[in-house]
C-alpha cells in the first residue's frame, strides 16, 4: 500500500520549513503542497480547521498541525536518525529549549527586527535571549550534541532567516562578536547537508523583507 | 529518601497539573510550598529562565514547565498513561495540550483588565470555548476517552480557576445552556477521585484572586474612575 505523506507549507515560513527538515533528515518521501495564504486552498481548512495555518501534515488521511506537534509525530513514526534523545531527561529538555525558542525568542526577535515603539526595549529582550541560547550552546556543534535535533530544527529562524532579516534591513541583533558561539551553530546548520536542501532561496528570502521593512518603515 | 520533589503553590492550575499526574500514578513526593513574591534560592536555581513554579526535581534533575513535566513524569512511570500509545492519538493530545497553553492566556487577561479590553478578551475566551468544545471535546466524556488524560489535566483550570474568575468578574463565560458537553465534562472531571482530592479550596481561592483582581485593576494606568 502506497504511504501517502504530504505537508502544506510556504516557501518563506520557517514553520513549514522546520517539517522539511525532518522529514529529509529521515528519508521520507513526501508531497509538497505550497499554500497562497491570501487564498487558503479547502484541504488546508480541511486539515487545519481550528487554526487555518500551515504547516499542515497529513499521513495516511490523518491530519496533523502545529509544527513542533508534527515533529513529535513524525521521529515517532519514523524512528530513524532520531531528532529527540532516548531518555527521559533529555527529551524534557529539548521540549523545555523548543518551547522557549517559540514562546519567548521568536516573537521578540521578530518584533525586534522592524521600527516599533520602545525599540531599544524589544531589541534588549531580544539580545537577552540570544544570550540565553548562547550560554546553552556551551561547546556543542549543534543545540542536539553532534547531531541536528528538534531544538536545532525549531531554532531554525535565528540560523536562517535572522540574518537574512539583518541584511534586508540593517539591523543588528545577531552577530558574530557578541554571540560567537550562536554565529557558529547557525553557520553550521545552515550549511548542513540535509538541512541546507530544504530552506528558502536565499535572493528571495531577502528580497521578500526588503519589500516588508518599506512597507513597515513608510506606513506609519 | 523522597526522590521525587515538587515546588508548587496551592493556587497554581500548572502546579496542580503536576500533582494530579503523580497522584494519578502513585507516585511519592515531598510537595514544597512556594511562596510566590518570595520565591526560594532553589527555584531561582533550578528555573533561571523562567523563574516559575513548578519545578519537579527528580534526583537531582529539575524539570520545569508542567506540561513538559507531565510528558515527563508519563516517560518515566509507564503505569496508568497519560498519553495515548499511537502516535497518532498522541499528536492530536499534544496539539489540544498547546490549545489550553495558547488560549488560556485570553481568561487570565480578562481578569485582570477592564472596560474594552476585558471585552475583547472575553470574545477571545468565548472564541477559544466554542473551539474547544466543537474539535476537542466533541462527544467524549474526558478528552482522553473514557479515563482522563493529559488534555484534561491541561483544561483542568476550567473546572475551578474559571467559575472562581466569573465569579469575581461577573462575567458567565462557560454556561451550561452555551457550552452543554464542555460544561459536563468540569463536572465529570472533578468526580474523578485523584482530582477532587486534589482540587485547592474554593473559598481561599475566591478570596486570594480577589486580591489579585484589585491589585491588578488598581495598578492599571488605563483604568479611569
Same mark, same amino acid.
Given at each position: 500500500m502506497a504511504e501517502e505523506v504530504k505537508l502544506f507549507g510556504v516557501w518563506g515560513s520557517p514553520f513549514s520549513r522546520r517539517v522539511?527538515?525532518?522529514?529529509?533528515?529521515?528519508?521520507v518521501d513526501y508531497e509538497y503542497v505550497e499554500e497562497d495564504l491570501s487564498n487558503k486552498s479547502p484541504l488546508? /481548512?480541511? !486539515?487545519?480547521?481550528?487554526?487555518?495555518?500551515?504547516?499542515?501534515?497529513?499521513h495516511n488521511g490523518k491530519a496533523i498541525a502545529e509544527s513542533q506537534v508534527i515533529l513529535e509525530y513524525i521521529d515517532e513514526t519514523w524512528k530513524n536518525s532520531p531528532i529527540l534523545p532516548k531518555d527521559p531527561y533529555g527529551r524534557a529538555q529539548a521540549r523545555f529549549w523548543a518551547s522557549f525558542i517559540d514562546e519567548k525568542c521568536l516573537p521578540a526577535l521578530w518584533k525586534a527586527s522592524w521600527p516599533c515603539e520602545d525599540h531599544e526595549k524589544v531589541k534588549d529582550e531580544a539580545r537577552e535571549h540570544l544570550k540565553t541560547l548562547e550560554n546553552e550552546l556551551k561547546d556543542k556543534k549543534f543545540f542536539g550534541g553532534e547531531t541536528v535535533g528538534l531544538v536545532d530544527i525549531v531554532a531554525n529562524f535565528i540560523a536562517y532567516w535572522l540574518p537574512r532579516i539583518q541584511k534586508a534591513t540593517g539591523?543588528? /541583533? /545577531?552577530?558574530?562578536?557578541? !554571540?560567537?558561539?550562536? !554565529?557558529?551553530?547557525?553557520?553550521?546548520?545552515?550549511?548542513?547537508?540535509?538541512?541546507k536542501e530544504k530552506l528558502p532561496p536565499s535572493d528571495k528570502l531577502i528580497a521578500f523583507f526588503k519589500d516588508r521593512f518599506e512597507s513597515v518603515s513608510t506606513s506609519k | 529518601m523522597v526522590d521525587v520533589k515538587l515546588h508548587g503553590a496551592w493556587a497554581s492550575p500548572f502546579s496542580c497539573r503536576v500533582v494530579w499526574a503523580l497522584k494519578l500514578k502513585g507516585i511519592p513526593y515531598e510537595n514544597i510550598e512556594e511562596d510566590l513574591p518570595n520565591k526560594s534560592k532553589l527555584i531561582l536555581q533550578y528555573n533561571p529562565i523562567h523563574k516559575k513554579i513548578p519545578v519537579l526535581v527528580h534526583g537531582r534533575k529539575p524539570i520545569c514547565e508542567s506540561t513538559i513535566i507531565i510528558e515527563y513524569? +508519563? &516517560?518515566t512511570w509507564p503505569q496508568n498513561p497519560l498519553l495515548p500509545s499511537d502516535p497518532?492519538?498522541?499528536?492530536?493530545?499534544? *496539539?489540544?495540550?498547546? *490549545?489550553? &497553553? +495558547?488560549?488560556? *492566556?485570553a481568561v487570565w487577561t480578562l481578569f485582570r483588565s477592564s472596560g474594552e479590553e476585558q471585552e475583547k478578551a472575553k470574545n477571545e475566551s468565548l472564541e477559544s470555548?466554542?473551539?474547544i468544545e466543537e474539535h476537542g471535546l466533541g462527544n467524549k466524556k474526558f478528552f482522553g476517552g473514557e479515563e482522563i488524560g493529559i488534555v484534561d489535566i491541561a483544561f483542568g483550570w476550567m473546572s475551578l480557576w474559571l467559575g472562581i474568575i466569573e465569579e469575581i468578574v461577573g462575567v458567565k463565560l462557560l454556561e451550561a445552556h452555551l457550552f452543554p458537553r464542555l460544561y459536563a465534562w468540569?463536572?465529570? *472531571?472533578? &468526580?474523578?477521585p485523584v482530582i477532587k482530592q486534589n482540587l485547592p479550596d474554593c473559598h481561599e481561592l475566591l478570596l486570594l484572586f480577589k486580591g489579585v483582581r484589585e491589585q491588578a485593576l488598581g495598578s492599571s494606568s488605563s483604568s479611569s474612575s
Open positions: 522539511e527538515i525532518a522529514l529529509k533528515l529521515k528519508g488546508l /481548512l480541511k !486539515y487545519n480547521p481550528v487554526h487555518k495555518k500551515v504547516p499542515a501534515f497529513v539591523a543588528e /541583533l /545577531l552577530t558574530e562578536e557578541k !554571540y560567537p558561539k550562536l !554565529y557558529q551553530w547557525g553557520h553550521e546548520f545552515e550549511n548542513h547537508g540535509v538541512v | 513524569i +508519563d &516517560e497518532y492519538q498522541r499528536a492530536l493530545a499534544r *496539539f489540544w495540550v498547546k *490549545f489550553a &497553553e +495558547d488560549k488560556g *492566556f470555548l466554542r473551539t468540569t463536572k465529570n *472531571f472533578k &468526580e474523578v
